[in-house]
């Protein structure tokens, strides 16, 4: 018996030392649980937090402005890439033709320009002798005129012959059939003048429209070569040598690498206590949770659903009412060397003080 109850001793002081370490473990786990609740209550009432985040940056999309096949392809994928920096060169032959074709059609019209204006310049010169002769037409009939009346007296009077008074009266006749010739002469010239005049200016306008349809081809020529317009990092190749660009089509993304921010989600409940120039953490995933400082910069004017291509009609009778989110933007204030690992796309998990 003696034995018995020694092992009976024995359990019954195993069973309490187990059930103080339990007791104890309970203990803790509630004190920890507690403290992890007012953790959580106080991080609650000072933090809005959200984990629907990521790293946004502007993108240019690079589209060719005209069409043709790639004749030579300057950049690869992930470059740094410079403003001005060519990136494609397309196949110019047919734009080189175009730009010749309309340098002559310009040559050709600046050539009737100056034909014109010769034109004009010699019509000028006669119709300035043409007022010449009138004036002395003018002067060889008040001549003659005056020739007629003396001998017309003297005729009257018989002081002359019959043959010298028709000699003077044909003078005056021929005197003035040449005053109408020189006034038909000086007409004539003066409307091929104007008629110059005018073609003048449509040759002109000619002229002008050529130089234009020169620059146009000029233009489209220089579209050729494919530059780059920013400074920043260009994404994904997926051209080849050879290939038929069409325009419009997107060739190349370049990413602004020296302007990165954050969009947050935050749920509608909680913009409420967000404001402009709140200070605000950033944990980003990628990077081991390291974290970064940033304010907040704005807020989205409409919901996410708002700005989606297909938008949810609540009009349905099937309806669920569903917390909606907000895209606030909210900027780093590290240097952009502590921000040369940060690509735009990451996630990250925000935390905005509300003190």
């Known amino acids: 018996m003696s034995e018995e109850t020694a092992k009976n001793e024995v359990i019954q002081k195993t069973d309490k030392k187990r059930n103080l370490v339990l007791t104890m473990l309970s203990f803790i786990f509630l004190i920890a649980g507690g403290v992890w609740i007012l953790s959580l209550f106080f991080d609650f009432r000072n ?24 004749q030579e392809i300057k950049f690869e994928a992930n470059q740094l890439v410079h403003q001005g920096d060519t990136l494609v060169i397309l196949n110019s032959e047919e734009y080189v033709i175009k730009v010749k074709q309309a340098a002559a059609d310009l040559a050709i019209a600046e050539g009737n320009l100056h034909s014109l204006e010769q ?7 006669k119709e ?108 994904e190749r997926t051209l080849s040598v ?14 602004l690498k020296e302007k990165i921010w954050v969009t947050a989600n935050f749920k509608e409940t909680q913009v409420a206590r967000i404001k402009v120039g709140q200070k605000v953490t950033i ?36 309806f669920v009412k569903i917390t909606q989110r907000i895209p606030v933007k909210i900027e780093f204030e590290d240097t952009s060397e502590s921000l040369a690992a940060v690509k735009p796309g990451m996630n990250v998990t925000v935390e905005v003080n509300k003190k």
């Open 47 to 70: 933090f809005e937090t959200t984990n629907n985040a990521q790293v946004d940056a502007y993108m240019n999309n690079i589209a060719a402005r005209a069409t043709g096949r790639i």
């Open 242 to 255: 050879g290939d038929l660009v069409n325009t419009n089509q997107v060739v190349a993304s370049i990413v």
């Open 128 to 235: 300035a002798a043409s007022k010449a002769r009138l004036s002395g037409e003018y002067a060889d009939v008040e001549k003659a005129n005056k020739d007629y009346e003396r001998f017309r007296n003297m005729f009257a009077d018989s002081a002359v012959t019959k043959n010298q008074y028709d000699q003077v009266l044909s003078r005056k006749k021929s005197a003035e059939a040449n005053l109408i010739a020189a006034q038909n002469e000086l007409l004539a010239s003066g409307s091929v003048t104007k008629q110059s005049e005018t073609n003048l200016e449509a040759a002109r306008a000619t002229v002008a429209r050529k130089l234009a349809d020169l620059d146009a081809a000029n233009l489209q020529l220089s579209y050729t070569i494919i530059t780059a317009p920013i400074d920043g990092f260009v994404g």
């Open 119 to 125: 034109n004009i310049a010699t019509s000028s010169s």
């Open 283 to 318: 944990a980003i995933d990628a990077l081991g949770d390291k974290k970064f400082k940033g304010k907040v910069v704005g807020f989205s004017p409409a919901t996410g659903a708002k700005f989606s291509m297909v938008q949810p009609d609540n009009s349905t009778g099937n």
